[in-house]
């Protein structure tokens, strides 16, 4: 049974930084690509960021680009995203997904597992 479990999300001011980790468990191989997409209230799920199986390729959505960084640990099991600069339309929940193979996509239909989410409130 294949489990994306994230953390690290909370309340911060604007401005400030937060470090979100995904734990994952029972994917066939460590190396699938990875992403962060989120989904804030009355909005559809976006794309943040994405990551290759082995972390040498990364994208990210034109709103983050210089703020945020995605990285991975294959022999963890892990990924994260380092948000830096966070502003208030930062506020959502914040989603870890892997797709199933090793193809880099940004569309959230690509993904197959997909972890319950953490939420991210940034204030003004």
């Known amino acids: 049974q294949v489990q994306l479990v994230e953390s690290g999300g909370g309340l911060v001011q604007a401005g400030g930084s937060l470090r979100l980790s995904c734990a994952a468990s029972?994917?066939?191989?460590?190396?699938?690509?990875k992403g962060w997409f989120r989904q804030a209230p009355g909005k559809e799920r976006e794309f943040v960021a994405a990551?290759?199986?082995?972390?040498?390729?990364?994208g990210y959505k034109d709103f983050v680009k210089g703020r945020f960084t995605i990285s991975r640990d294959n022999a963890e099991n892990a990924v994260y995203l380092h948000m830096n600069n966070l502003k208030p339309e930062g506020t959502a929940v914040y989603y870890c997904?892997?797709?199933?193979?090793?193809?880099?996509?940004?569309?959230?239909?690509?993904?197959?597992?997909w972890g319950q989410g953490t939420q991210v409130t940034v204030s003004s």
């Open positions: 997904a892997s797709r199933n193979n090793f193809a880099y996509s940004t569309k959230p239909e690509d993904y197959i597992y």
């Open positions: 029972g994917l066939t191989f460590s190396t699938y690509v």
């Open positions: 990551i290759s199986g082995n972390g040498v390729y990364t």
